[in-house]
């Protein structure tokens, strides 16, 4: 009797206790807050990297590693080669919603890592109302002593960029954006170049005149921009080569005697080197662009650019290993890109997308040309064949190569969607009508060119879901001190609130 008593008394305390755990369980997922810590008890390091791969989440760089695995093919094993980031010592994850939107844009995502606040998708490092200014990381560190560079390989006064230094209430404000660039006290700016340096209308002031005069050195030339070193002194270095919209060519088109992300970041920590510390920003922006027109071979070209100016840190890191933390996140993930695609089930086949060897908007140049000399009415898919299979390695069965490159024969239904893309391409954009499903099959793109890029990779057995952003959340990579901070799952004001309790900044 006394024993079955006992036996009830601890089952109720288990249940008890139990009860308590769950509850408590409950409490804290019902919750937004994040359990995930502040504190730090170390020194604040010296030498700050924050790399943001834009549209950069798990598939993006684990397709990059995919395709850098794809030598173990020949043999039939499948493996990886990591990245340089995600071998860092501490991986976390955030959640990227803003304070509107789960899919949110540049302006809000970036706002959030370098203010700490959730604002409106457009919004550049102000609250809700666009009343109030939120203070960056980089006016923080800044104060404290530390030199500021911020390089993008995208326009420097482009959303990501501009959340490190300007304070607007909307992303597309350029001539303002580029005039608090002029006037800030920060020390590099390099990579792109400017959208609108004389404003909309192009009647405005010069911006670079304005900097120049503010007492930053304007470098535009490639010999100048390697000469650069921490002699000479503040500094907007804008690449001699940039595209329509002032970004960097694509890594799968850019000459390689032209600049690079890991050149500009190079000869930023150069200028930037000082026994006081500094802070770096580098964004990967066009990762992001490559998503938007579901092109994986160029995404997988610029990650790996990305990866690069991420080395140039972890050298650097190497010389200063006990005064350095280096940062590596995206801002949001791009095209709902995913690894497995519903026409190969469970095989994939990264080898295929090494075929590929101009961006999806080299190719619309091309097809802008055949177009110019062509008449809708003569308009027949054979003409471009040979431009395809150069830039994409794809034929069709009647291709003297059909044999000995089975795999990129194009089928007939694959043929039949380039067919039916070509009849829009050839028709001048405005007056293009699309069906509901060509929306799907094109969004805002080059009918044959996105097509193309779909049909590759496709074959790879990768698939997208998106011309937009996505709500999945991102990976977090540390390394140097204070990295300890960024393990667990959190919310990307995180990152912010993380990084300045390592810097000490509340
Ligand atoms: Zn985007």
């Given at each position: 009797m006394f024993k079955l008593n006992k036996r009830i008394i601890t089952i109720l305390?288990?249940?008890?206790?139990?009860?308590?755990?769950?509850?408590?369980?409950?409490?804290?997922?019902?919750?937004?807050?994040?359990?995930?810590?502040?504190?730090?008890?170390?020194?604040?390091?010296?030498?700050?990297?924050?790399f943001i791969g834009d549209g950069m989440s798990f598939a993006q760089i684990n397709s990059a590693e995919a395709y850098l695995g794809k030598a173990y093919y020949e043999d039939k094993k499948v493996d990886v080669r990591r990245l340089n980031f995600s071998n860092f010592p501490v991986a976390g994850a955030c959640t990227t919603f803003d304070a509107t939107s789960f899919c949110p844009d540049s302006a809000s995502t970036a706002t959030s890592l370098s203010t700490g606040y959730k604002t409106h998708s457009g919004t550049i490092n102000m609250d809700v109302t666009k009343q109030?200014?939120?203070?960056?990381?980089?006016?923080?560190?800044?104060?404290?002593?530390y030199k500021v560079g911020v390089i993008s390989s995208v326009s420097i006064d482009h959303a990501t960029p501009a959340a490190y230094y300007a304070h607007q209430p909307s992303r597309s404000n350029y001539y303002d954006i580029a005039l608090e660039m002029a006037n800030s006290n920060f020390d590099f700016f390099g990579g792109g170049g400017l959208l609108q340096p004389k404003g909309k209308a192009g009647d405005q002031a010069d911006v670079l005149e304005l900097a120049t005069k503010n007492g930053f050195k304007v470098v535009t030339n490639k010999d100048e921009i390697l000469g650069l070193n921490n002699t000479s002194g503040r500094v907007i270095a804008m690449n001699s080569v940039l595209d329509s919209s002032k970004a960097l060519p694509y890594e799968i088109d850019r000459e390689k005697s032209d600049l690079s992300l890991a050149d500009f970041t190079r000869k930023g920590i150069e200028v930037l080197n000082n026994p006081k510390g500094f802070f770096l920003m580098v964004e990967g922006g066009k990762i992001d662009w490559a998503c938007h027109a579901n092109d994986a071979g160029t995404t997988i070209h610029e990650t790996l650019a990305f990866e690069k100016a991420v080395n140039e840190a972890i050298e650097f890191y190497n010389q200063h290993q006990s005064e350095t933390l280096i940062i590596v996140t995206g801002d949001h993930e791009t095209g709902g890109l995913s690894i497995g695609f519903a026409g190969t089930g469970y095989s994939t086949y990264f080898d295929k997308i090494s075929h590929q060897n101009k961006s999806y908007a080299e190719f619309d140049s091309v097809i802008k040309e055949y177009?110019?000399?062509?008449?809708?009415?003569?308009?027949?898919?054979?003409?471009?064949?040979?431009?395809?299979?150069?830039?994409?390695?794809?034929?069709?069965?009647?291709?003297?190569?059909?044999?000995?490159?089975?795999?990129?024969?194009?089928?007939?239904?694959?043929t039949q969607r380039l067919r039916a893309a070509l009849a829009q391409s050839i028709?001048?954009?405005?007056?293009?009508?699309?069906?509901?499903?060509?929306?799907?099959?094109?969004?805002?793109?080059?009918?044959?060119?996105?097509?193309?890029?779909?049909?590759?990779?496709?074959?790879?057995?990768?698939a997208w879901t998106s011309y937009s952003h996505t709500g999945v959340p991102l990976p977090v990579f540390a390394k140097g001190k204070g990295e300890s901070l960024f393990v667990g799952y959190y919310d990307n004001t995180d990152v912010f609130k993380k990084l300045s309790s390592i810097l000490k900044l509340n």
């Open positions: 305390l288990s249940v008890m206790v139990l009860s308590t755990f769950l509850f408590m369980a409950f409490s804290a997922s019902g919750s937004s807050q994040t359990a995930t810590s502040y504190s730090y008890n170390g020194t604040a390091p010296k030498y700050v990297f924050m109030v200014k939120y203070k960056t990381i980089t006016e923080m560190v800044k104060e404290k002593g177009v110019s000399k062509t008449s809708k009415d003569n308009a027949k898919l054979e003409d471009l064949l040979p431009d395809i299979k150069a830039a994409f390695g794809l034929i069709t069965s009647k291709d003297k190569d059909a044999e000995i490159m089975s795999d990129m024969v194009l089928t007939e239904y694959e028709v001048p954009k405005s007056d293009r009508k699309y069906t509901d499903e060509e929306k799907v099959l094109y969004g805002g793109y080059e009918p044959l060119s996105v097509t193309l890029t779909h049909i590759l990779n496709n074959k790879a057995g990768i």
